[in-house]
């Protein structure tokens, strides 16, 4: 008899691990539920689309239901997991369209529920107007409430990637943007105060205000209207909710998953939980650090995709291991690029690290080269070990490929002095003969 491997979510990590396993063994039945109406689309590419940018939402999607049927995989949208028994191997769906309940048995289990936007329990909050950005479906509602209410005035509560983006995207649109940000810190856990700096001084200069602020309650006759802060009352009628992510954790919790000390799922490298069966894998669940060894809860595309894949293998019958994460990443705010991999100063502060950092500023390329502009490296090293903990890199050009430079020495634990060795790419247009990496390397290094 034919073996069956459930998938829960339909996105990264659940696609991802869909299409391995069928990859791995042909025979096995795999079947998707996704409680939402569309799978496999790219979240990260929302804000682009809503900026107009990317002028169809149909341009993010990966692969439709039709597509993935072609490789032998039973994507059934709108169907919701509502339980899992773990001791029957048995999961309860309802079909959310046509109101029916069933209950499908499967050998293998893979949990990839993802997580939603944290959301306040204010007073208001379930206003017309207030959008938090998750699924294609939410990204499609905020499209159409942009196109018909053509709101002027934007409030976004947080100052993650996502509110920094949104932030863009609103004025691009050529609304007003507030930001209101608890502890007045846009990108708090991603980069130190000498970067953010420069964070914050490219939002002033494309007229986004950040208040150091807390929302209370929204205000509206029906539709919202006004945030109404510790601070005061700002008019809006938009907001976003970029408070961060919390994992879709519940539903593996009642099944007796047992969770992290991040709070979401714990698995081990073959991202197997500690039920017989059952693997999860990408925003529900944990991976480990791999500059503090420990569990940590860093939501990512990127890593949702890896660890799909390995449950995906693994559940077939493979042998693959997820290693760990530095929670490399890049954005775009306005003109600026930032990006960061492994621990800020703060952060590795915070686990009791020891820490001495260095920030540089050079040119991206060679100075007399036309374009030539500023680009600033900061280096978070353990002053006993000499190894690097982590980087941050901010600029116009050449940040993404840099901090990859970064994330490749933190993957091989390498010292400043091996990274002071590294033989870089040079030529005019592309680098300076001292490429800012080396110089970042060689200061520190004093
Ligand atoms: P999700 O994408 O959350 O998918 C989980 C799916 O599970 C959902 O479709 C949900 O409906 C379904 N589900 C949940 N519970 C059930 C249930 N009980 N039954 C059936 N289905 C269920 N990451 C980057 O690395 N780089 C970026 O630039 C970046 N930009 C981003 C920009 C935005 C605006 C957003 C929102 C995210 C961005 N991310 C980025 C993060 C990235 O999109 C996520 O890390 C990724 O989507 C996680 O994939 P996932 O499959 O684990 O979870």
């Known amino acids: 008899m034919k073996k069956r491997l459930i998938v829960i979510g339909g996105v990264a990590a659940g696609m991802s691990a869909a299409a391995k396993a069928r990859r791995t063994d042909r025979d096995l039945e795999v079947v998707v539920c996704e409680k939402g109406a569309f799978i496999s689309y790219a979240a990260c590419g929302m804000p682009y689309y809503l900026a107009g940018d990317i ?18 995989i039973d994507v059934r949208l709108h169907h919701q997991v509502m339980a899992i028994d773990a001791e029957t191997r048995t999961v309860a769906v309802r079909d959310l369209e046509h109101g029916n309940d069933l209950s499908l048995t499967y050998d293998d289990l893979v949990i990839a529920t993802g997580a939603r936007p944290a959301r306040p329990s204010l007073e208001g909050s379930d206003l017309e107007g207030i959008f938090g950005l998750r699924s294609l479906e939410s990204g499609l509602a905020l499209h159409r409430y942009l196109a018909e209410r053509k709101p002027q005035r934007a409030a976004i509560v947080g100052g993650g990637y996502i509110g920094i983006e949104m932030a863009e995207t609103f004025r691009r649109l050529g609304l007003q943007v507030t930001m209101i940000v608890r502890s007045g810190k846009v990108l708090r856990a991603t980069v130190d105060d000498d970067i953010r700096k420069l964070v914050q ?15 209370v309650s929204f205000e509206g006759e029906g539709k919202l209207e006004a945030v109404i802060t510790a601070g005061g009352r ?6 976003v909710l970029g408070m961060g992510a919390v994992p879709n954790i519940e539903l593996a919790l009642d099944a ?4 992290g000390p991040a709070g979401a799922i714990a698995t081990d490298a073959s991202m197997r939980t500690n039920l017989p069966g059952i693997f999860a894998a990408g925003d529900c669940a944990e991976a480990l650090h791999l500059v503090t060894d420990r569990p940590a809860y860093i939501p990512l595309g990127s890593t949702a995709n890896k660890q799909g894949r390995v449950a995906g293998e693994n559940a077939a019958g493979g042998q693959a291991l997820f290693g760990s994460i530095a929670g490399t990443m890049v954005l775009r705010c306005f003109d600026l690029t930032v990006a960061t991999t492994g621990l800020t100063a703060a952060a590795a502060q915070d686990v009791g690290l020891p820490v ?6 050079a040119k991206n390329i060679s100075h007399y080269f036309p374009g030539a502009e500023d680009i600033h490296v900061k280096l978070v090293v353990h002053p006993d ?18 901090i990859d430079v970064l994330a490749t020495a933190l993957f091989n634990r390498m010292t400043i002095a091996q990274l002071r060795q590294l033989d870089l790419s040079y030529a005019p247009p592309f680098a300076p003969v001292w490429d800012p990496i080396l110089v970042a390397a060689n200061v520190a290094a004093k």
């Not at 149909?58 to 239901?65: G, Y």
């Not at 700002?234 to 907001?239: E, F, L, N, S």
């Not at 007796?256 to 969770?259: D, I, P, S």
């Open 55 to 72: 002028p169809d939402h149909r341009d993010l999607i990966v692969r439709t239901p039709q597509q993935m049927a072609k490789q032998g």
């Open 201 to 215: 001084s490219e939002l002033d200069r494309h007229n986004v205000q950040v208040l150091q602020d807390v929302p």
């Open 234 to 239: 700002y008019d809006c009628d938009i907001a």
């Open 256 to 259: 007796g998953v047992r969770l």
């Open 356 to 361: 001495s950092e260095t920030t540089i500023q």
């Open 385 to 402: 070990t000499g190894k690097l903990l982590g980087g941050q890199i901010a600029g116009k050009h050449g940040v993404a490929k840099r």
